[in-house]
RNA sequence: CAGGCUGAUCGGGUGAUCGCGGCUUUGCGCAAGCAAGGCUGAGGAAAGUCCGCACUCCACAGAGCAAGACGCCGGGGAAACUCCCGGGGCGGGGCAACCUGCCGGAUCGGGCCACAGAAACAUACCGCCAGCCUGGUUCUCCCUGCGGGAACCACUGGCAAGGGUGAAAUGGUGGUGUAAGAGACCACCGGUGUCCGCAGUAAUGCGGCAGCCAGGCAACCCCCGUCUGGAGCAAAGCCAAGCAGGAACGAAGCCCUUGUGGCUGGGAGGCUGCUCGCUUCCGCAAGUUCCGGGUAGGCUGCAUGAGCGGAUUGGCAACAAACCGCCUAGAGAGAUGAUCGCCUCCUGCUGAAUCGUCCUUUGGAUACCCCUGCAGGGACAGAAUGCGGCUUAUAGAUCAGCCUGAGCC
RNA sequence: CGGGGCGUGGCUCAGCCCGGCUAGAGCACACGGUUCGGGACCGUGAGGUCGGCGGUUCAAAUCCGCCCGCCCCGA
């Protein structure tokens, strides 16, 4: 995943998660929030609770592999957070890859194949 | 062969596809940039942040006190250390190889030592012995008296042998001795030492002598010796952007030659714990504190270094010297992932075959190694200014040396 | 990077400084009493590796060292 497709400042952060819009499942928390920008930025997290370093760092690189795939599946305009949460150490990568596109879905931000957006919610 | 000890090394390998950080080459483009290619990209602990440094900023007459750290001895190593090396001493553990120790001082002084016990550090509760100057009670004798004797209690003095306890009662055994006893004395043993001699650089050891009087805790205060400026890469420097100030505290006299003067006194800051002292500034301010406002960007610092590898020499070693070769991460919500193989190691299951063994012997059953296939597993763990150590976590593998036990030759 | 604090029955805390005594208190829990029954009340009782491992000491929740977990503060 390139850098400038990545949400960076520390204050976007801070905007996304608090005014953001949010769905869960137990491997990871999608928050989402509508951009000024005509981009999608994406930004991944992982809290203390998810273990120790590696853990963590291993949880944020394999929730950016799946965005490789979905990223220009994404409908544009969007600020996007994935946060991790602890069973995502030791699940396989097909389950999380489908929780990402599940989430994806419910937030409607996916293109569908025939190029008209899913359904808003 | 079994068990153990020590030291060292390694910490899965390799390939395909899709992706990431850094550097760089070429092409296109005025430029921002885009495309293609090449190289490179986590550890032995990167961890905990417990020490020591480098580096940066602040401070830098000095003295005293306080606070903190360290602590067997004498060498060596290292930039430095409380670290490392090899040697020695003492205590503890182990049959041994070996491991381990915050290992200075208990006559400077203070404090504590629960329960039990007479008593917890120097005494005397019970007790033992003596005395009759003294008193009381009881018994007894005959000379019937303010008489003698005995026992007990009190009293006075001596002693510390014996006493249930306790972690600890400072000597033990045997003898001499005594009114009773006691290192009071003797022999042996054990312990102690501002003592003497010898050995040793020293810690200390051995012997003598003295004396047995005075236990433990300094990981309680303390004492002795040595050492110690403060902060930390969010240090620090540069660039860009942006804003709004306000309040409180602080406030003297004299002289004459009226000044950017002198004297005395005062206020504030610094010496980053305090005091003295020193030093700088101040004249209606200096400065300090509080409230409020702005910024949360970029670059440098930032990786050629106490660097890594190899063989040589010196050294028991830690390590050092010179030689050759190498350049080896620099992120900034933080770069190594996903999927699929092959090989390798371990575990379990399965199948086949051979030797052997057993049985109810043209047959059947079956252990280990090896081979086939399948499944599962391969630790601890992620650089953030760098380095040297310490500590802690760590599946498993390999090598070398040593110790104990058993068997065989 | 630097500094500080906490960990004790199920929960909230004492005790630690200055070592020893049955580790204590409240709530909660169990049983019994009281009541027609419940609550409240009374009585009795159970429940603790004092975060872990070592060390000092005769003796450690307490003193010392190293780890583990949680929380807070400053730049």
Redesign the pocket.
Known sequence: ????F??????D??RVRRSGKSYAHPLLVLIVLASTDSGVRV???AG?SVG????R??A???L??CM?GLLPRLTPGWDIILLARKPIVSA???SIQAAVSELFNRAGLLITQDGVHGTSQ
């Open positions: 995943m390139k850098r400038e990545r949400l960076r400042r520390s204050t952060f801070k930004g991944v997290a203390r120790s370093a590696v853990e760092n291993r944020k690189r394999r950016r592999a490789d396989k990568f097909d």
